[in-house]
């Protein structure tokens, strides 16, 4: 059983914001594969099925970003998951928007969701499929944002050429997560490890 996870921020309001990627992400993957978030459970909005003939449970945490790791880690006990079982949808701010990099471990890169589910976990051996959403247009001409720039940034709504990337990608990142699934995780990031912007 595969435990795949969008984060993102609960309610309305921070619906279609950059930092919710990840939530739409999982969206797009569920109606494509006729699964519907019908339950609660471990802090989270779930939907069971199969996908690429593996069962699936998707999740949508509703802790808010910070405290995604508290429904992952209760979501393993319940569907007693390995580390190995995780994949974890999320936007981030160090990849140009447009990029998919999917990988195994490494650091959460500042990204306040994945810092709370490798605290949680105690470990980073999980896979990630980051989302690149870009950083504050400003950067690219002046000095680096500071953290009040990011957090308005990544809580922010994408503009419209933005929009438009966003659009065009998130069915790729469905495509990539069926790949993983399928055909494991070296063939995934061949595949797909690349920047969709402009294609």
């Known amino acids: 059983m595969q435990l795949i996870v969008g984060l993102g921020n609960p309610g309305r309001v921070y619906s279609g914001k950059r930092h919710n990627v990840g939530f739409m992400s999982l969206r797009h993957l569920a109606r494509g594969q006729g699964i519907r ?3 609660k459970k471990g802090l989270a909005r779930i939907g069971g099925g199969v996908i690429a003939g593996q069962k699936v449970v998707l999740a949508r945490p509703q802790t808010y970003m910070n ?3 508290r429904s992952v880690s209760r ?3 319940t569907f007693k998951a390995g580390l190995d079982d995780i994949i974890v949808i999320h936007d981030d701010i160090d990849l140009p928007l447009g990029t998919i990099r999917i990988r195994r471990g490494g650091a959460s890169g500042g990204q306040k969701g994945v810092e709370s589910i490798i605290a949680e ?4 051996d999980f896979i990630r499929v980051r989302i690149g959403i870009g950083r504050p247009a400003a950067e690219a001409t002046g000095p ?3 953290q009040a720039e990011v957090v308005n ?5 994408f503009n419209p050429a933005e929009k438009m990337v966003i659009i065009q990608l998130i069915p790729r990142v469905s495509q990539a997560i069926v790949c993983l699934l399928q055909e494991g995780l070296t063939v995934a990031m061949s595949r797909y490890n690349q920047s969709f912007a402009g294609q």
Request: aromatic share 4%.
């Open 37 to 39: 978030f019908d339950r």
């Open 67 to 69: 405290l995604s790791g």
């Open 75 to 77: 979501l393993m006990k």
């Open 121 to 124: 976990l105690g470990s980073r």
């Open 144 to 146: 680096r944002a500071d």
């Open 153 to 157: 940034h990544v809580l922010g709504d």
